[in-house]
């Protein structure tokens, strides 16, 4: 069964703080994505990976970093966490053709 | 822009009243349309892709049915467990890596 993981299901975090969420997948996918929801806005894309140790930015990269060391593990970084970065945060892989994105059961993240 | 817009924000039904949820898309060149369940604090869940203009794909009381411009979704006599929201994304021809989301239809079946 397809299995895409995150490190946390809620979390609680000062402005300023560095902040870290991981996302872990068990499907041998070449790509993954971080996305943010917000109600009325959708899902939007922060950044994705087409292979360990690359990144592409999305619609909405700043103030977030990526890191993927290894295929199974895709990292979303806070560098210095911001009120306006409270969100749902969702983690997601697909294969190489791109089809049906799976998503983890998402982080969310608020930020006080 | 490439563009996809869900309709209606938000869908009242009495169990077994059927309706239908309706995606439409303007975007320089499909190459897939995908649409997802998603509860209450939880991840989307997959529930079908569709390639081209005609094609069809059914799910126990799901059935997703694709045009040149559109994508409805059918709930036939809905059960209060179809209670979610529920989103569509286009697959681009020219960007196969990205997903752009439409913002969702609330759906809530009530007995």
């Known amino acids: 069964d397809v299995k895409v993981t995150q490190s946390s299901r809620y979390l609680v975090k000062r402005t300023g703080e560095k902040v870290f969420l991981e996302c872990v997948q068990d499907m041998d996918h070449e790509n993954m994505f971080w996305y943010r929801q917000d109600p009325g806005l959708g899902l939007r894309l922060i950044y994705f990976s087409y292979d360990v140790k690359m990144k592409e930015k999305g619609d909405i990269p700043e103030g977030y970093s990526v890191s993927r060391e290894k295929k199974e593990r895709f990292s979303l970084i806070l560098e210095s966490a911001s009120t306006n970065q409270t969100s749902m945060y969702l983690c997601?892989?697909?294969?190489?053709?791109?089809?049906?994105?799976?998503f983890g059961p998402g982080t969310r993240l608020t930020v006080t | 822009e490439d563009q996809v817009t869900q309709s209606p924000e938000a869908l009242r039904l009495q169990e077994g009243e059927s309706s239908s949820l309706n995606c439409s898309y303007t975007?320089?060149?499909?190459?897939?349309l995908f649409w997802y369940r998603q509860d209450p604090g939880k991840g989307p869940e997959f529930l079908f892709t569709?390639?081209?203009a005609g094609e069809e794909k059914e799910k126990e009381r799901l059935k997703a049915t694709l045009t040149k411009k559109e994508s409805f979704l059918h709930i036939t006599a809905p059960k209060p467990e179809d209670s979610a929201t529920y989103l569509c994304a286009v697959q681009l021809s020219y960007n196969t890596d990205k997903l752009i989301f439409g913002t969702g239809t609330r759906l809530q079946v009530f007995p």
């Open positions: 997601a892989s697909s294969s190489p053709t791109g089809d049906e994105q799976y």
């Open positions: 975007v320089s060149g499909l190459r897939g």
């Open positions: 569709l390639y081209s």
